[in-house]
């Protein structure tokens, strides 16, 4: 069953072609990763799909488990399942950790119907959770990416992905500016979520990523189109003979 | 003054069932339109009050014809009339209703939001309970106890009848008649407020609340405060109540006088939430307060924390004269402006004693086309050798058609003392907004976060029941700016 549909969207940003009739399906269980040079509308494609301002669709489809996207805005589309692991994940000055994932987490359970989580039952699920991210505890009592390094952004990203269960994830550059052991801690954090019943798309400019995290489908992204599609050797191709060839041939 | 008018229509209507001259008792107690010295008598004779506090009435109000209304701050609004306004009306008892379901449904969602109980929703909306009230008995047992410490907190005008000689001492001592021209004619016409007295060696086992007198009568559009806290206290006061507040007074000229003496804390926190106007700055509340702190004392330490969201104006500047050695005075505020609305608030830290400290933290949020100016004056006077004031002034603006204004005035006339002044303006970025958005919450509660995430400074120096309300309340504030 597809959890993401996306039918030849075609998008401008500033007047300009970006995405140029991009399709795309992922099905419950999978990983899918988008590799693609600077420049070949990577990050629009992860704006679109989480609803930015500025970044709606001129023509095409989307679906979120059968449901089209197109008339819901960003927060609808989070609360149904949609979550995105930001590139650079914004700073919220006073805004405490703690709190921010739980509004965050209430208001997906709200949507779900299920009963929101008490002050206590959620600190302790919280915790749990952010232990096997190797988030300390004192990092959660901190505003919310104020002060992090590049490795603590993204493992509380990570960690929010844990808390909310989306059906589909989407990480955008989730490897930019993380040495090697952090790259580790997120990658097990992902790989931790993987289930048959959510689906994961991996944005990444590098193959490294993907050899922690091993993509079920490989996608070339270049000038708004989906180039090439292949399994995870695909990957290993870019590595060695650069996007250059790929799109060259194509 | 239409209400008014009702009110007396009403009471007429009522009255034909009684018998014994209801409306003539009434109307007697309304005292005619406008302000003269006969109504500066007749305020004082009905409040039966001695010969000294009718002098002292008198001579506010001759000051106070002789000065002009200020006009340096930065509120645009009407002149006044002042001979356009009752000055005296008896205690108004709210109309009486019979349930919930006959309350203005746009009021209740409001309470809701803010999470009070239902029991307290139906006192604040006039709906009429017939078993005994939890707080009234509540409020019962809490004034014994405090009798027992000694202390004394009731109303000012009956403080005037059982402790004349400690309202005489100090009443105007802080902010004398002639301070300024509101504080001037609420000495003139006050009708009441709070009174307390906190004797030697005593700290108050509770947070005193003018909550607690949510039944009693409405103190009126000219109130007046006065707390003493002697040698060795602490007393923690709140003021307001963070449902909103509606009043068909236009003109709000509170006062308020803090006392502390050697090794004395006064800690006062504000909620207020008078009606802001409507969109267009129509109505609305004109809130024009004086306060102020005297540390007379050693070590004494007068702390104000307000949260301003209500009035259509606000003018208010809650200041601390630190004469004793060691004093220090902080001033803690958020200050929202939405729509039409006007603030000009800030403080005054005037340093006198050596080694005296103050820190001023403010946080102004202007969305709509509100404008909101934090004004402040720190004074280091000559024999202050020691002395150290810390500023910060943060602005957050929410959309481009508000503004937000930092007007600091320093003097320092002693080199003896370090004077640190820090102001940063902000917006809420598209950035910030989109990634609460992605996370699930909905515009508002993400710009409710972020305001909240950049008062927490101010918010935590709340009493901890009241700091959930007023976040609350700043989110509701804002409704509908942001998107």
């Known amino acids: ?133 190797f988030v300390k505890d004192e990092m959660l009592k901190r505003a919310v990416n104020v002060g992090f390094s590049g490795g603590e952004k993204k493992r509380f990203e990570i960690l929010q992905m844990a808390m909310l269960k989306p059906k589909v994830s989407i990480l955008d550059e989730t490897d930019s500016g993380l040495d090697v052991d952090a790259l580790k801690i997120v990658s097990d954090g992902v790989n931790e979520q993987r289930t048959n019943d959510n689906a994961i798309v991996v944005i990444t400019h590098y193959q490294r990523l993907l050899d922690y995290i091993v993509p079920d489908f490989v996608h070339i992204l270049s000038d708004g189109i989906i180039i090439k599609s292949g399994g995870p050797e695909l990957a290993l191709e870019v590595e060695k003979n650069g996007y250059a060839g790929l799109i060259n041939a194509a | 003054m239409v209400a008014t008018q009702e009110t007396i229509d009403k009471v ?49 109000y001759k000051k106070w014809l002789s000065m002009e209304a200020p006009d340096w701050a930065m509120v645009d609004f009407p002149k006044i009339n002042f001979q356009d306004i009752y ?21 209740l969602r409001t309470y809701e939001k803010l999470g009070i109980p239902i029991k307290e929703q139906k006192v604040l909306a006039g709906v009429a309970v017939d078993y005994v009230f939890d707080s009234v008995s509540v409020a019962t047992t809490f004034r014994k106890k405090l009798a027992k410490e000694g202390i004394i907190f009731c109303p000012i005008s009956e403080a005037v009848q059982s402790h004349p000689d400690l309202v005489k001492k100090y009443i105007g001592s802080v902010i004398p008649i002639s301070d300024n021209y509101y504080a001037a004619l609420n000495s003139a016409v006050f009708t009441d407020g709070s009174f307390v007295y906190i004797p030697k060696g005593v700290k108050c086992p509770m947070e005193l609340s003018t909550y607690f007198r949510i039944n009693e009568q409405n103190s009126g559009q000219f109130e007046r405060t006065l707390i003493i806290a002697e040698d060795n206290t602490y007393v923690s006061y709140l003021e307001g109540c963070t449902a909103p507040q509606r009043d068909e007074n236009q003109l709000h000229a509170a006062v308020v006088e803090l006392v502390a003496m050697n090794n004395a804390e006064i800690k006062y926190s504000t909620v207020q939430n008078w009606y802001p106007g409507d969109k267009d700055g129509k109505g609305g509340i004109y809130n024009f307060v004086t306060k102020r702190g005297n540390c007379l004392g050693q070590k004494s330490k007068i702390s104000w924390t307000q949260v301003e969201t209500g009035s259509a104006i606000t003018w208010k500047y809650p200041s601390c004269v630190l004469k004793g050695d060691d004093s220090v005075g902080e001033f803690y505020s958020v200050a929202v402006a939405n729509n039409a609305q006007q603030a000009d608030t800030g403080t005054k830290m005037i340093h006198i004693g050596k080694n005296t400290k103050s820190t001023i933290i403010s946080k ?33 603006l929410i959309g481009d058609k508000c503004g937000a204004h930092t007007v600091p005035y320093i003097n320092q006339f002693t080199p003896y003392a370090r004077v640190e002044h820090e102001a940063t303006t902000s917006k809420i970025s598209e950035d910030q907004l989109f990634y609460c958005l992605q996370r699930g919450l909905d515009t508002e509660q993400a710009t409710s976060l972020i305001v909240n995430g950049f008062c927490k400074e101010v918010m935590k120096e709340l009493p901890m029941e009241f700091a959930v309300e007023a976040q609350k309340l700043i989110g509701i504030s804002l409704e509908g700016s942001v998107g």
């Open chain 2, 12 to 60: 007429k209507e009522v009255s034909s069932t009684y018998k014994y001259g209801f409306v003539t008792d009434l109307e007697a107690d309304k005292a005619p339109l406008g302000l003269s010295e006969d109504i500066v008598k007749f305020i004082s004779h009905k409040k039966k009050e001695p010969k000294w506090l009718l002098e002292w009435r008198l001579k506010a």
């Open chain 2, 364 to 396: 102004g949020i202007s969305a709509g086309k509100a404008q909101n100016t934090y004004r402040g004056q720190v004074q280091i006077q000559k024999n202050a050798r020691g002395s150290r004031n810390f500023t910060q002034c943060d602005s957050l």
């Open chain 2, 87 to 107: 000055y005296y009306s008896a205690p108004k008892t709210k109309p009486k209703l019979n349930s919930l379901d006959e309350v203005d449904p746009e009021l």
């Open chain 1, 1 to 133: 069953m597809s959890l993401l549909e996306i039918k030849n969207a075609k998008l401008k940003v500033d007047n300009k072609d970006i995405l140029k009739g991009l399709s795309l399906s992922v099905n419950s269980g999978e990983v899918h990763a988008i590799m693609g040079p600077n420049g070949s509308g990577k990050s629009t494609l992860s704006y679109m799909l989480a609803g930015r301002d500025g970044y709606e669709l001129e023509s095409g489809k989307v679906f979120l488990d059968g449901q089209s996207l197109s008339d819901m805005e960003a927060d609808e589309r989070a609360r149904s399942g949609l979550f995105l692991a930001f590139q650079y994940p914004v700073e919220l000055p006073g805004v405490g950790g703690m709190s921010f994932l739980r509004e965050a987490v209430n208001s997906r359970r709200k949507f779900l119907g299920e009963e929101e989580l008490d002050h206590l039952a959620f600190v302790k699920e919280a915790r749990k959770v952010a232990s096997k991210m």
